[in-house]
């Protein structure tokens, strides 16, 4: 028993004194390169960057395409749907401003009137009957960030926007 407890001290004694000289040696390999981390964070953190606001960005370029889609739908379904008098464009303009409130959802952007279209059979503000399709298209400015690394990328630095367009049959 004391010859076994006696290989096992001498056993975490050499143990011991290996890791003692490996962290000396250790020491002197770390001051040979203490400043390879810092290199290395200068040359990856650019791109880390770039790659992160570029996801941010594409997820603000999805959601408000989405916040478009949906206000065209609306504004689409509101316009077709049977009612004792059919909304004009300016009702459905409105509709979509005020009710679907499609300002409050878009980010870091915005839309007015004048960037909402209503169309009859291809005609712009036409009157409508049964049967006719009816065509809500909407266009918004792309946010500025987007906007610029986008055009920076295409080439084009002339305003960029983002588009959707509903077309509903009326009953």
Known sequence: MLEVLHHVINFLTVLIRREEREASMGSQKRSDVSGAA????????????????????????LY??????YATREGARYGILMQAQRPDCTQIRDHILNDVNVNNVLVMTSIGSND????????????SAPGQNLTVRITAPL??????????????????NLRAETTMTIE
């Not at 909402?116 to 009157?127: A, K, L, P, Q, R």
């Not at 946010?143 to 960029?160: D, I, M, Q, R």
């Open 143 to 160: 946010p500025s960030l987007l906007s610029g690394v986008l055009g920076f990328v295409s080439g084009s630095f002339s305003a960029l």
């Open 64 to 69: 408000n395409e989405q916040a478009l889609i």
């Open 38 to 61: 810092a290199i290395e964070f200068a040359l990856v953190f650019p791109i880390f960057l770039v790659v992160l606001l570029g996801i941010i960005g594409l997820g603000i370029f």
């Open 116 to 127: 909402i279209e209503v169309e009859v059979n291809g005609v712009s503000c036409g009157t």
